[in-house]
């Protein structure tokens, strides 16, 4: 898998954000068949996080959100060509490290996880913290990392 870019709004290309609109609406509202507002206000400060292949496309993103003690990671996804080979380990494994990074006072990592993932999550060390939801008509539940000290 190519490497992964972290980037500010501001420091994104235009061709790289068009890039991340494409993917993120291909997967979020069509393939999911989600009508929301998937393009909103916190891209605008939030770090995206994204591998392209050789054509430029994104095939595997993530952005991380600063919310004061905790970073939010969000609108995890693997473009549907590349899924089955390991890229949605390797992203959250390079999102996890991420935002211990750019955020290091932090105290926890939070995602709101589809619930069929929740295994998957867990893997990393997520804990649930909220029973089953429905968010946009898909199964969510709310996940946290809780970050040491040390």
Same mark, same amino acid.
């Given at each position: 898998?190519?490497?992964?870019?972290?980037?500010?709004?501001?420091?994104?290309?235009?061709?790289?954000?068009?890039?991340?609109?494409?993917?993120?609406?291909?997967?979020?509202? /069509? $393939?999911?068949?989600? #009508?929301?507002?998937?393009?909103?206000?916190?891209?605008?400060? =939030?770090?995206?996080?994204? &591998? %392209?292949?050789?054509?430029?496309?994104?095939?595997?993103?993530?952005?991380?959100?600063?919310?004061?003690?905790?970073?939010?990671?969000?609108?995890?996804?693997?473009?549907?060509?590349?899924?089955?080979?390991?890229?949605?380990?390797?992203? /959250? $494994?390079?999102?996890? #490290?991420?935002?211990?990074?750019?955020?290091?006072?932090?105290? =926890?990592?939070?995602?709101? &996880? %589809?619930?069929?993932?929740?295994?998957?999550?867990?893997?990393?060390?997520?804990?649930?913290?909220?029973?089953?939801?429905?968010?946009?008509?898909?199964?969510?539940?709310?996940?946290?990392?809780?970050?040491?000290?040390?």
């Amino acid at each position: 898998m190519p490497e992964f870019q972290q980037k500010s709004f501001e420091q994104l290309t235009p061709t790289e954000l068009f890039e991340i609109y494409r993917v993120r609406v291909a997967v979020f509202v /069509v $393939e999911q068949t989600c #009508a929301y507002q998937e393009v909103d206000d916190l891209d605008l400060r =939030a770090q995206h996080l994204f &591998a %392209q292949d050789a054509s430029g496309c994104v095939i595997a993103y993530a952005r991380l959100m600063d919310e004061g003690q905790q970073v939010r990671i969000g609108r995890v996804l693997v473009a549907p060509d590349h899924r089955g080979n390991g890229a949605g380990r390797q992203l /959250v $494994e390079t999102a996890l #490290a991420a935002a211990k990074r750019t955020y290091p006072a932090a105290t =926890a990592i939070v995602i709101q &996880a %589809q619930a069929y993932l929740q295994s998957f999550y867990a893997s990393f060390g997520f804990q649930p913290t909220s029973a089953v939801y429905l968010d946009t008509g898909i199964p969510h539940l709310d996940m946290v990392l809780p970050l040491s000290d040390s």
